[in-house]
């Protein structure tokens, strides 16, 4: 079946996606035969985290250690050329599919606790498309006995149909940055207005004068209630929504990602920061027993 298992399909009208069972990941996305998301062979592993669930933390914990109920616990350090835990710890588990129909599918993945993180949990994902786009519904339900801290974030990489991303302006709703280590990407200060500086992208700004793997955040919603970041060109493109509780995004540019000609983009919907086991910021705390559940999702856009 290749690394990431079996590959599941679901469609509506001429929006079809491909997800995979191994780290449920969103493998593929297209409209009318166009992709939305950037792919990669059903026999390859994931490039670049493409497609990633990212739970129970999105992004980086500094040094792969974080405190807990006085003791400071050691994750499996996941990043070892920055020296960090990275992404959480179900991308690479197996996840059982729950119920699978021609437009939507769900699957969920159980963590009895793992090296540094003392609590059991159960996770779903549901992928469902219908005529607006892609939807896609996380779940975390706390099997422990304490209170559980935790985030989720998501990394997709949006393509703009048949236009290369820095021929495109990209839109944030994000109003803060948040200040990292250059070699760690951890953050060293708290968030600072983007206002006035070449990281606001509120308004809309060319990519191809952005070199970015920076986190955002304050992303606040639109009149619809829900988050909103757009890449654009000619009045068509790709857009990332999400739920509010997605107050955060990180946003990464990098070269190479294969089939890709120049750069792609991710554009990584989050619940919390980096490091945000250690800081706290907009950490969920679910008591036990507990579930909680959120929103993101992508859609074609000029169509």
């Known amino acids: 079946m290749g690394p990431t298992g079996r590959q599941l399909e679901i469609g509506h009208g001429d929006a079809r996606a491909t997800v995979t069972t191994v780290g449920a990941s969103l493998r593929a996305f297209e409209v ?149 280590d250059e070699e760690t990407l951890v953050p060293v200060g708290k968030p600072t207005s983007v206002e006035g500086t070449d990281l606001d992208f509120r308004a809309g700004r060319p990519l191809r004068t952005a070199d970015l793997d920076t986190a955002f955040g304050g992303c606040l919603p639109g009149a619809d209630g829900l988050v909103h970041h757009t890449v654009t060109h000619d009045g068509g493109g790709v857009e990332v929504w999400a739920d509010p509780v997605f107050a955060w995004v990180q946003v990464f540019t990098p070269t190479g990602f294969p089939g890709s000609v120049g750069r792609a983009i991710a554009i990584e919907p989050m619940t919390c920061p980096p490091d945000a086991l250690n800081s706290g910021t907009d950490l969920i705390v679910l008591p036990a027993g507990g579930t909680w559940s959120g929103r993101w999702g992508i859609r074609a856009l000029g169509r």
């Open 32 to 180: 009318a035969g166009q992709p939305y998301v950037e792919t990669y062979g059903a026999q390859d592993s994931p490039p670049l985290g493409a497609g990633a669930v990212l739970v129970p933390w999105p992004n980086r914990v500094r040094g792969g250690t974080w405190p807990h109920a006085g003791v400071t616990q050691q994750l499996e350090v996941t990043e070892p050329a920055r020296g960090n835990a990275i992404h959480g710890l179900t991308r690479r588990e197996e996840w059982t599919v729950v119920e699978h129909t021609a437009s939507a599918l769900t699957l969920e993945v159980r963590v009895d606790g793992r090296q540094g993180w003392p609590f059991g949990f159960a996770t779903g994902i549901t992928y469902a498309v219908d005529q607006a786009g892609l939807t896609v519904t996380h779940t975390v339900h706390n099997l422990s006995d304490d209170d559980m801290p935790f985030g989720v974030g998501a990394h997709p990489y949006p393509r703009p149909a048949g236009t290369d991303v820095d021929d495109c302006v990209l839109t944030l709703a994000a109003s803060t940055v948040l200040p990292v």
